[in-house]
């Protein structure tokens, strides 16, 4: 019993060393990623109708709320990005029937109208706890900007793709919600238009098997998946990133 169980060992050995350096290689293909000056942070739809008790989906439609875990991970590095000059760009829905496609639009209804998130100003706006003073756009101008989108995806009818090119970005880091709506539709275009895509995996939510599910063919398919703390460790030397953290 004792030589099988060692024989046993010894066969797995290999694949567990090469799980590791899986995980390595993984790692620093991440960290190449992720040099300042061609890497963006996208903060998708943390607004008060999706975020907020008394938004839309929570107070409702009765979605339980899948915004706070993510919300500390997000003000980290946003932090870290305004440092090293990294933009910041702040993708909010805007759902009102006057900007949305038939088809999406006839979607929406299905949810009743009181159900129609992203209309109001109050519930179009970016929770309190990340969103920033207008003094942070003056100071940082064209590295700190807000995108509305009328659908799912950032891409889909919006300046997003231009602005990146715009400032030689070949990298997006993506953060947000909902993991499988539209954080997942944001990064299948990413790639398509030509982005290498960082999704942060505490900086997202949803209901925790749909994120498990989200995250996985990200990783598979459309990018990687790491943490906030592998990310500011990229963008941020030690002293600065431990008071990030």
């Known amino acids: 019993m004792l030589l099988s169980s060692l024989a046993a060992a010894l066969l797995l050995a290999p694949t567990f060393v090469s799980a590791i350096d899986q995980i390595e290689a993984r790692n620093m293909a991440i960290h190449d990623l992720l040099e300042s000056n061609t890497t963006a ?3 998708v739809d943390m607004q008060n109708d999706f975020c907020h008790e008394s938004g839309v989906n929570r107070a409702v439609m009765k979605w339980p709320d899948v915004c706070s875990t993510a ?17 910041v760009i702040w993708i909010n829905a805007d759902y009102h029937p006057d900007n949305v496609n038939s088809a999406f639009d006839a979607k929406l209804r299905q949810r009743g109208e009181a159900g129609r998130p992203a209309v109001s100003e109050w519930g179009k706006a ?15 101008g064209t590295n700190e900007i807000v995108i509305s989108k009328p659908s799912f995806d950032a891409f889909t ?11 030689n970005i070949e990298t997006v880091v993506v953060t947000g919600v909902a993991t499988s709506i539209c954080v997942e539709s944001t990064v299948r275009s ?14 997202v939510g949803d209901l925790p098997e749909r994120t498990v599910s989200s995250l996985d063919r990200v990783q598979l398919l459309f990018g990687h998946v790491t943490s906030a703390l592998n990310i500011i460790g990229s963008w941020l030397p030690p002293a600065a990133e431990k008071l990030i953290i």
Do not use: C, M, Y
């Not at 929770?127 to 003073?133: C, F, G, H, S, V």
């Not at 009818?157 to 400032?167: G, I, N, V, Y």
């Not at 990413?190 to 900086?203: I, N």
């Open 126 to 140: 970016i929770i309190d706890e990340l969103n920033p003073a207008s003094s942070v756009f003056e100071e940082r």
């Open 71 to 87: 919300v500390q991970p997000i003000a980290s590095l946003v932090e870290s990005a305004r440092q090293v000059d990294i933009p």
């Open 41 to 43: 942070l996208l903060v």
């Open 157 to 167: 009818d919006t300046p997003l793709k231009e602005e990146l090119q715009r400032r």
């Open 190 to 203: 990413a790639l398509f238009e030509g982005f290498h895509v960082v999704v942060v995996k505490d900086g």
